[in-house]
C-alpha cells in the first residue's frame, strides 16, 4: 500500500492549480482533490489546502480538514485565500502547519512544499521504525504469551501488560490502518488475529473515550482473548477445511480452557477473565460456552465480541478468503439480536477508518 508517499491537494479551482500539482508531481505524487471528495485511505505526506472560504460548505471543509491534520499530525499548508477577510492565529502555526496568502507566487508555494516535504519525511521514516519495532515486540511478546501457556507454564502477565502497552501506543501513534498493515505483514495467523482484536479494542477505546484504566483493561482482555488456542491442536487450528463435529467441540472449548488457565494462574481481573471466558457468547443466548444473554454478558465482553468477529471475517483463514469490509458490514448486521447494536453503531468510525482516511 501506498503510505506517506504522496501530497494532497484539495481545492476548488483544480484548472488554476494543476500548475502548483505539476511542480509538486516532479517531487511526489500529488493526489488533487475537489472539497467534499472521499479521502485517500493512505495518510499523506503533506496537505495542501486552497478553498475560498467565502463559498458556501467551504469554511467547513476546511476547518474540517484542518482539524484532521493537526488529529493525525499531518503537515498542512493553507493558502489563503480570503487574506483580508481572515485574522491568523499564531497559535494555530507551528513547523507542521503553515498558513501562505494565495497571491504568494509559485516558486515560493513550491520552496514551502518541498521544505515541508523535506521534514515530514524524515518523521515519517521515524514513525514507520517505531511502527515496525513495536510490531515486532507485540508479536513476539503474543508468541510468547501462547508458547508459555501450551508448555503449560501458565501466562506472564507482564508480558500480557507490555504487549497491551505496544498495541495501545502503536494505535494511538499511527492509527488502525497502519496497525493492521504492519502486523499482516507476517503470517503466524493466531498472534495476527490476537494483535488485530487488540489493535481493534485500543482503537475502540479511543474511540468512546474510556479512561486508561479501562482502556488498558479492554485492550489486555481483547489480547488475552484466545489464549486457551494454544491447548488447540495446530491440525485443527489451520485445518484447511470445515471441522468435524468433534473439532468443532474441541475448537470451541478454547474460551473455557483459555478462562481456566488464566484463573488456575490467579492474579488476572474477573473482568477479563470474564471476556476469555464469553467472547463467543450472543446476546440472544446462542453462543458458548455457557449459552449466556442479555445483561449477563458485559459490556467488555460485547465490545471485544464485536471486534473479533470483524477482525476474523477481515482475516484470510485456510479454509476461506478474506471478507470485504462491506461484506463483513452485512453478516453482523445480519446477526440480529446477537450484537449489541448501540456497540456496533460505536464501532462503525472504526470499520471506516480501516478503509478510509485514517491518518494517524
Ligand atoms: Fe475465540
Ligand atoms: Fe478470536
Not at 70 to 93: I, Y
Not at 148 to 170: F, N
Not at 342 to 350: D, G, N, Q, R, S
Amino acid at each position: 500500500m501506498r503510505q506517506d508517499s504522496f501530497v494532497l491537494l484539495v481545492t476548488d479551482r483544480p484548472s488554476q492549480m494543476r500548475g502548483l500539482a505539476g511542480g509538486v508531481e516532479r517531487m511526489v505524487t500529488c493526489t488533487c482533490l475537489t472539497p467534499g471528495a472521499a479521502l485517500p485511505a493512505e495518510r499523506p505526506l503533506l496537505v495542501i489546502l486552497d478553498l475560498d472560504e467565502r463559498q458556501p460548505g467551504n469554511a467547513a471543509s476546511l476547518a474540517s480538514l484542518d482539524q484532521r491534520t493537526r488529529d493525525g499530525a499531518v503537515p498542512c499548508l493553507t493558502l489563503l485565500r480570503d487574506a483580508g477577510g481572515r485574522r491568523v492565529d499564531p497559535a494555530t502555526l507551528s513547523d507542521s502547519h503553515r498558513i501562505l496568502p494565495a497571491t504568494t507566487p509559485r516558486d515560493t508555494v513550491l520552496a514551502k512544499v518541498l521544505d515541508m516535504i523535506g521534514q515530514a519525511a524524515r518523521a515519517c521514516t521515524e514513525r514507520t521504525r517505531r511502527l515496525e519495532a513495536r510490531a515486532v515486540a507485540a508479536t513476539g511478546l503474543v508468541t510468547e504469551l501462547f508458547f508459555t501457556a501450551a508448555a503449560g507454564r501458565g501466562v506472564r502477565d507482564a508480558d500480557a501488560d507490555r504487549g497491551t502497552e505496544t498495541v495501545l501506543e502503536a494505535v494511538s501513534e499511527t492509527g488502525i490502518r497502519a496497525w493492521l498493515d504492519v502486523i499482516w505483514k507476517h503470517d503466524a495467523q493466531v498472534y495476527q488475529h490476537t494483535l488485530s482484536v487488540s489493535g481493534y479494542a485500543a482503537a475502540f477505546g479511543d474511540e468512546i473515550g474510556l479512561s486508561r484504566d479501562d482502556h488498558l483493561r479492554l485492550t489486555k482482555a481483547a489480547l488475552l482473548h484466545d489464549i486457551g488456542k494454544s491447548k488447540i491442536p495446530a491440525a485443527i487450528l489451520n485445518k484447511p477445511g470445515p471441522l468435524t463435529p468433534d473439532e468443532t467441540a474441541l475448537m470451541r472449548d478454547h474460551a473455557r480452557l483459555g478462562a481456566d488457565l488464566l484463573l488456575a494462574q490467579g492474579g488476572f481481573a474477573p473482568e477479563i477473565i470474564a471476556v476469555v471466558r464469553h467472547h463467543h457468547e450472543k446476546l440472544d443466548g446462542s453462543g458458548y460456552p455457557d449459552g449466556l444473554a442479555g445483561v449477563q454478558i458485559s459490556d467488555l465482553v460485547r465490545i471485544v465480541t464485536i471486534c473479533d468477529i470483524f477482525s476474523a471475517l477481515t482475516e484470510r483463514r485456510a479454509y476461506r478468503a478474506p471478507l470485504s469490509v462491506t461484506e463483513a458490514v452485512t453478516v453482523m448486521t445480519g446477526m440480529r439480536g446477537q450484537l449489541d447494536r448501540t456497540l456496533m453503531h460505536a464501532f462503525a468510525p472504526i470499520i471506516a477508518r480501516t478503509t478510509a482516511g485514517d491518518w494517524r
